[in-house]
């Protein structure tokens, strides 16, 4: 076998080896694990402590109390040693004007967190001071419902109403809290305030009832690939797929650059580069391009594009060279090579020397997967063949 045989050999083995690779790129913030969700943000619970009266609120009987009214707990933080100092409660504290047990509810919204909430990985966090008066065992609590869309019940999650005996036999309110996952399919959260009498006018008091939400940072992870699986012929058509997807929990925010400078002066575009959905705009001409918009949680778009190679004789110096990167940091020029690229991926033609041009960190490997911001490149070598 004559050596540029075994070179043909050595460059199809390792072009083997390298048809399915792809450059991945995961950029994920630093910081938190979880942050307020952006479409629904801050405090979500209407008049938590009745300072606006029954604003946001229905029930029977239902009245918010002053805590400077006599016979009810005052603004007492308590425990089951007795009190521990006081809580802010503002004037007033949510309670049923009644002598039997009743409760006060509202349903709060979700809808406009569904795709970050189908993710499954949206948190809620739950507070509210509970309690009642002296040694009496009036008590109040409050109960979260998760709702799906048809209203069905997906989960609950209850800030026990305290005994007498867990206010140390004092009057006051015991701080409560709880942090579950809100359940895929969550559309609704109804929020019930309860007001439990054990004998005697109602004397249960809740007061800052709260619910908010967290979720997993926006994780973006974009892939480069191309379907050039051997040598590239004059004439032979290259397509081109870049997949972006958001992988966290919040919508992200996509600006990416596509630099083809390095593909163009040996191929022409014969088309896109087009994107698959309207959240990801595709923007530009010539040989540069902009990827921008914004994806929901879990939404995945792809930009595709295809080349036809020039006749060899026409062309720049024979390597397909295509660049993903944020516009900050594009390479200047046009680039000859994936050199010093650790996310270059080269597919070497038959021509190639005997020792392929496949970058040795990823032959063998379907991805790479970068951890932060940097770039992805996308070579493909191109050299006339000769004959043995």
């Known amino acids: 076998m004559s050596k540029t045989s075994l070179r043909r050999s050595a460059a199809r083995l390792a072009l083997a080896a390298a048809a399915a690779a792809a450059v ?69 504290a949510l309670h049923a004007d009644t002598r039997a047990s009743e409760d006060a509810s509202q349903l709060v919204d979700l809808t406009p967190s569904a795709a970050s909430i189908d993710t499954g990985k949206v948190t809620a966090k739950m507070s509210a001071h509970v309690g009642g008066f002296g ?17 069905n019940i997906l989960a609950t999650q209850v800030l026990p109403a305290p005994m007498a005996r867990e206010r140390g ?46 979720a997993a940072p926006s994780q973006l992870q974009v892939t480069h690939t191309s379907d050039a699986a051997g040598p590239i012929q004059d004439g032979q058509v290259v397509n081109y797929t870049v997949t972006l997807t958001n992988s ?27 994107s698959s959905d309207g959240a990801l705009v595709v923007s530009g001409a010539g040989d540069l391009f902009g990827i921008n918009g914004t994806l929901a949680p879990g939404q ?52 190639t020397a005997a020792v392929p041009l496949v970058n040795p960190a990823v032959a063998g490997v379907a991805a790479a997967v970068v951890l932060a911001g940097g770039g992805a490149f996308m070579f493909t070598r191109r050299r006339k063949a000769t004959t043995a």
Do not use: M
């Not at 036999?169 to 015991?174: C, D, I, Q």
């Open 24 to 92: 991945t790129v995961t950029v994920a913030p630093a910081g938190a694990s979880a942050d307020p969700l952006v479409t629904q943000p801050g405090e979500l619970v209407v008049n938590g402590g009745g300072e606006d009266g029954t604003t946001g609120w229905t029930g029977r009987n239902f009245l918010p109390i002053p805590y400077t009214a006599g016979g009810y707990p005052a603004n007492t933080l308590v425990g089951p040693t007795g009190a521990l100092g006081t809580f802010n409660g503002g004037t007033y």
């Open 135 to 151: 040694t009496q065992n009036d008590r109040g609590g409050v109960t979260y419902q998760f709702l799906g869309t048809d209203g």
């Open 169 to 214: 036999n004092v009057s006051g309110s015991v701080f409560r809290e709880a942090t579950v996952a809100v359940p895929v399919g969550t559309r609704s959260v109804n929020v019930v305030a309860q007001f439990i009498v054990d004998f005697g006018s109602n004397e249960a008091v809740v007061d800052n009832v709260s619910l908010t939400l967290d």
């Open 248 to 274: 966290g929990g919040q919508p992200v925010t996509v600006d990416r650059a596509l630099a083809l400078a390095g593909v163009l002066d040996d191929a022409d575009l014969v088309s896109g580069p087009t």
């Open 300 to 351: 995945t778009v792809t930009v595709v594009y295809s080349v036809v190679a020039k006749p060899y004789a026409e062309q720049g110096d024979h390597n397909l060279v295509s660049v993903l990167a944020d516009p900050a940091n594009l390479p200047a020029g046009v680039p000859g090579s994936c050199a010093g690229a650790g996310d270059c991926l080269e597919v070497a033609t038959a021509d």
